[in-house]
């Protein structure tokens, strides 16, 4: 079956440093979404990215979308302690118009003050 | 607030028990999905539904079932209860536009944290 992967699985930075996580799949993707759990939390859709080398823009947070729809990253300028919690790519099922997603391991983002 | 409701927060049981978790879907979601979240593991998704009809099924096992009703909220029933069930299940729900639910984004309930003795 599908299988998503995310690395890396655990990121520590300074308040102020840059973050990255990325995202691959097993198989081509129709779309690509993004969800953030804060911890103690669910949950939370941050966005979807449905178009070959898409990318987008959510203030300090940079979505991409690969050119071949098998992978897509994460990026978070100037971290801030709000950032902390797990974020997560998700994609649907290949070939499916169901909306069952597959859901990346997620990395799990410490911002130290 | 997602607009999706679980009961209970909390539910701690003892081995071979069985128990139900219930979920409320956001007003106007056809879409029901239910999660499972352990502690060395991410998302595994267990089961859709889909205005009462089952639609998707994940790695769910035999000992678990849910249902979605007419006024659209869902159970998630968990019988044989081992201690390896300790978990948070998540519900979430989405809506369903063009009929393409793979476009829709989810939208997650604060979960049920089930405790297994």
């Known amino acids: 079956g599908q299988q998503v992967m995310q690395i890396p699985q655990y990121q520590h930075v300074q308040e102020g440093e840059d973050f990255t996580t990325y995202c691959n799949s097993s198989?081509?993707?129709?779309?690509i979404q993004w969800y953030k759990q804060r911890p103690g939390g669910h949950p939370v859709f941050l966005i979807q990215?449905?178009?070959?080398?898409e990318v987008k823009k959510q203030k300090r947070l940079t979505f991409q979308f690969g050119e071949a729809k098998k992978n897509s990253s994460l990026h978070i300028t100037a971290t801030q302690t709000t950032d902390v919690g797990t974020y997560f790519c998700?994609?649907?099922?290949?070939?499916?118009?169901?909306?069952?997603?597959?859901f990346g391991q997620g990395t799990i983002l410490t911002v130290h003050p | 607030d997602s607009g999706v409701t679980q009961t209970p927060k909390h539910l701690i049981t003892a081995t071979g028990q069985r128990v139900t978790l219930r979920c409320s879907p956001r007003?106007?979601?056809?879409?029901v999905y239910w999660y499972q979240q352990s502690l060395d593991q991410g998302l595994q998704f267990l089961i859709q539904?889909?205005?009462?009809?089952?639609?998707a099924k994940g790695n769910i096992l035999e000992r678990f079932s849910a249902q979605q009703f007419p006024d659209l909220h869902s159970e998630l029933n968990l019988s044989s209860l081992e201690l390896g069930d300790s978990a948070l299940y998540f519900c979430?729900?989405?809506?369903?536009?063009?009929?393409?639910?793979?476009?829709?984004?989810?939208?997650f309930g604060p979960g049920t944290r089930l405790t297994v003795l």
């Open positions: 990215l449905v178009k070959s080398g």
């Open positions: 539904y889909y205005n009462g009809e089952e639609r």
């Open positions: 998700a994609g649907p099922d290949g070939g499916t118009s169901y909306g069952k997603l597959t």
């Open positions: 979430a729900s989405s809506v369903e536009r063009g009929g393409v639910s793979s476009y829709n984004e989810q939208f």
């Open positions: 198989t081509t993707l129709s779309n």
């Open positions: 007003s106007g979601d056809l879409s």
